[in-house]
């Protein structure tokens, strides 16, 4: 078994994916695995994904990839959650990249705290090579249970942490990985590094879509109890006003 799995779901991603990809050749450790789902492009990326298969091989990383139709990524997730073979698995979009050192980062981390079910990291999210927005908190129940405030895709989650909750909710269009989390509560035995990990494009799907994301996240609070409906509607209209702010500043 890997000790590291790095998995990315890709949907029409040409225009981006190579530098995902990159990111990942160009790790200073080899030692993971890389698996890509495709939701059956239309355009370009599979072949994309193809003509980097010997420049894997040659670098002795094991690559996976499926093209495949999907209901969404989470679906795509889960597949990757199923087809991987790491300890420890984390997630990436078509429009995000490592840095060089996320998989030496992530290991020496793991191997002084091995009883952690998740870590989490920095996150800088992107747009036109710009920083616009860090995310630098490691999980916490009290902030966590009001908002999605860590970066899912700066972190990895212990095989044995899908085994206790079960994987992801693919009726969720946008806002599953933070319902995974939520089923946990404040028995989820977290880690953080205080190091960027991972540069995350502003206009993936979670980004894009402030109204859903929001929408979904509300009713997942509800369904889990873990704020009242008051704080819900609260913690809805405060985070929609903080993002409708970040789009005019951006």
């Given amino acids: 078994m890997k000790l590291l799995s790095v998995i990315s779901a890709s949907l029409n991603s040409e225009k981006t994916i190579k530098k995902t990809i990159e990111s990942v050749l160009n790790q200073t450790n080899s030692d993971f695995e890389f698996i890509i789902i495709d939701g059956y492009s239309s355009d370009n990326t599979v072949e994309i994904i193809k003509s980097y298969e010997t420049n894997f091989e040659n670098k002795r990383i094991s690559f996976k990839w499926i093209s495949e139709a999907d209901n969404g990524i989470y679906e795509a997730w889960n597949k990757g959650v199923l087809l991987s073979n790491g300890q420890w698995i984390g997630f990436i979009g078509a ?12 290991t020496k981390y793991i191997n002084k705290n091995e009883n952690l079910e998740y870590i989490s990291s920095v996150v800088h999210v992107i747009n036109n090579n710009k920083t616009i927005k860090i995310i630098d908190k490691g999980w916490n129940w009290n902030k966590f249970r009001r ?20 994987l992801y909710d693919e009726q969720l269009k946008i806002a599953g990985d933070y ?9 989820l035995k977290a880690g953080f590094i205080n190091k960027l990990t991972v540069r995350m494009g502003a206009d993936g799907i979670s980004n894009s879509n402030l109204l859903t994301v929001l929408t979904e996240t509300k009713i997942i609070k509800n369904k889990h109890n873990t704020v009242s409906k008051f704080y819900s509607e609260v913690d809805f209209i405060i985070a929609y006003f903080k993002g409708l702010l970040r789009k005019v500043q951006k």
């Fill in 95 to 106: 429009d995000d990249t490592l840095t060089k050192d996320y998989i030496d980062v992530y």
């Fill in 147 to 166: 908002n999605m405030n860590i970066g899912h895709v700066g972190s990895l989650h212990n095989i044995r942490l899908f085994k206790r909750l079960g």
């Fill in 179 to 187: 319902e995974l989390l939520l089923r946990a509560k404040n028995t």
